[in-house]
């Protein structure tokens, strides 16, 4: 199985959470015109400004693959933080 890939989308302020959503949104709008393998699920992780974590599947999920891709997603951005990957 592949290892997820984190994206970082820099058009707009990366610290303006609504901007960020709508160009992911509609960058998966464009994947299939742009030649690019079809988004089927979405998993994120929502943190308050108190700490709240809040995790939302959208799409071909469900809590088991919400689990799942967010181990790899885990062990993707460790191993590049390690220069391991």
Aim: proline letters at 2%; a negative charge; zero cysteines.
């Amino acid at each position: 199985m592949k290892l997820a890939e984190v994206h970082t989308l820099y058009e707009t302020n990366a610290s303006n959470v609504p901007a960020m959503l709508r160009q992911a949104a509609d960058s998966i709008e464009s994947e299939v015109a742009e030649g690019f393998d079809p988004t089927r699920a979405v998993v994120a992780v929502q943190i308050s400004e108190t700490g709240t974590v809040q995790v939302y599947g959208w799409g071909q999920t469900d809590t088991m693959h919400a689990i799942s891709v967010l181990q790899l997603g885990l062990v993707k951005m460790t191993n590049e933080a390690l220069g391991t990957d």
